[in-house]
């Protein structure tokens, strides 16, 4: 008997009728001989709707209490789901995050799981019965107050549940046939692909691809949980992230994909003084405030000064701008400027290491696509440019055809906003 652990994403429950369709999906993997575990989101854009509830009480909801908000949507979905199972003859129960013993660190809104406890959810499988986990959230270990682990969390609670529990596979249910060469909503000739390794996934995931949140991947790969992306709404196989191609038989495809990433600011900080200690200054006021920063470009300095760029969540740019103007004296700079309308487009693929010419392809495409370039960084195994939000998705298209991703024939949506 194989231990599944099963996560639905929002757009596989975005209504009754399909709340139905995916509780026969998990009652048909029990009978099958399989125990089951499912983790759920909230249902469609329902996260979104919350947040915007909220905006509209208060321009700065305490985190406290946006939490304990956006965690109700997930309780929606669990106990449908649960009333769904039942109707038809099978055992469900649903848990919070907090009841299916997901510890987390106090860092609302960004909460990161320290500890899983499963015991009710152990329990639940012992007798038989479907526990179903409402994804995303947790319990604070010391406030014990509810948290969040940010967008798309719920696949880091599915991964973080199937390490716990020891399960044989992890699988995420989506609205698309697996992991793509791109995001078929972009690109409709993007491929969707069999294998992809963890290192890629990591890459791709960090830089805009949606498919898998971050941390998920990063959580599967250190606790070795096998991990399966497809859809819940055919009975492909999707994609196996893999520790190497080798586990597969595919040859390994020098780019694995593009990625674009419409999430991020720009703030540049001119006239530095150009003394050891000064970067240091800037970057210990944005840490302290706890800003997770992207791209760091600093210029080539000319009397004395320089100037620093830096790219970081549009969520926190208001934020940073406010730290650093607070601390404008002490560091000495000249003005700040914030630009929100930058996208970061990247490649990736573990055969950049081993293959020239890359760098030289993608800019040339990016030129001829009329894409002009404001920032670069790149690691072993991919290049990433900023550009202007409203030519990102031509320059997304325009690198997939010059890599040769394209496949003859076009992805399937099946369902979900993309929000
Ligand atoms: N419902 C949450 C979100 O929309 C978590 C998730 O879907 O994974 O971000
Ligand atoms: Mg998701």
């Avoid at 639905?8 to 029990?30: E, H, L, P, T």
């Avoid at 769904?84 to 997901?102: K, V, W």
């Avoid at 940010?150 to 697996?178: M, N, P, Q």
């Amino acid at each position: 008997m194989a231990l599944v652990v099963q996560k639905y994403g929002g757009s596989s429950v975005a209504d009754a009728a399909s709340i139905k369709r995916v509780a026969q999906r998990i009652v048909d993997a029990q009978r099958a001989g399989n125990q089951v575990t499912v983790v759920v989101s909230a249902m469609g854009d329902t996260t979104d709707e919350l947040l915007d509830l909220a905006q509209q009480v208060s321009p700065d909801p305490p985190a406290r209490e946006l939490d304990m908000l956006l965690t109700a949507g997930e309780r929606m979905s669990m106990a449908v789901l649960a009333m769904a199972i039942s109707d038809l003859g099978a055992e469900a129960r649903s848990y919070t995050g907090s009841q299916a013993g997901l510890i987390t660190d106090r860092y609302h809104g960004q909460a990161r799981i320290i500890d899983v406890t499963p015991g009710r959810i152990q329990a639940a499988l012992d007798e038989g019965a479907i526990p179903i986990v409402a994804g995303f959230q947790g319990v604070a270990q010391d406030t014990k107050d509810i948290t969040t682990l940010g967008r798309g969390g719920s696949d880091t609670t599915a991964v973080a549940l199937a390490a716990a529990l020891d399960a044989d596979i992890c699988e995420i249910y989506t609205d698309v046939d697996g992991v793509f060469s791109a995001d078929p909503r972009i690109v409709p000739a993007a491929r969707q692909v069999p294998f992809i390794t963890y290192e890629e996934m990591l890459e791709l995931a960090a830089h805009g691809a949606k498919v898998l949140h971050l941390r998920c991947v990063e959580y599967a790969r250190r606790f070795n949980v096998p991990l399966r992306v497809r859809s819940s709404f055919t009975d492909k196989p999707g994609t196996l992230i893999v520790h190497d191609l080798e586990e597969s038989t595919m040859e390994q495809p020098i780019i694995s994909g593009v990625s674009q990433d419409l999430s991020e600011a720009k703030i540049t900080v001119t006239n530095v003084p150009d003394r050891p200690g000064m970067a240091a200054l800037v970057f210990e006021t944005l840490a302290a405030i706890g800003v997770n920063l992207d791209m760091i470009v600093q210029n080539v300095s000319a009397d004395g000064i320089t100037d620093i760029t830096f790219t970081l969540p549009t969520a926190d740019a208001e934020k940073a701008t406010e730290a650093l103007q607070l601390r404008g004296d002490e560091i000495g700079f000249g003005a700040l400027y914030t630009d929100l309308e930058i996208a970061k487009v990247s490649l990736v693929g573990a055969g950049m290491r081993s293959h020239p010419g890359v760098s030289a392809t993608f800019f040339r495409t990016l030129a001829e696509a009329g894409v002009n370039v404001e920032m670069i960084s790149t690691s072993e195994i991919r290049i990433s440019v900023v550009t202007r939000k409203d030519s990102a998705a031509a320059a997304v298209k325009a690198l997939h055809t010059a890599f040769g991703l394209d496949a003859e024939g076009e992805a399937v949506v099946y369902a979900g906003t993309g929000r």
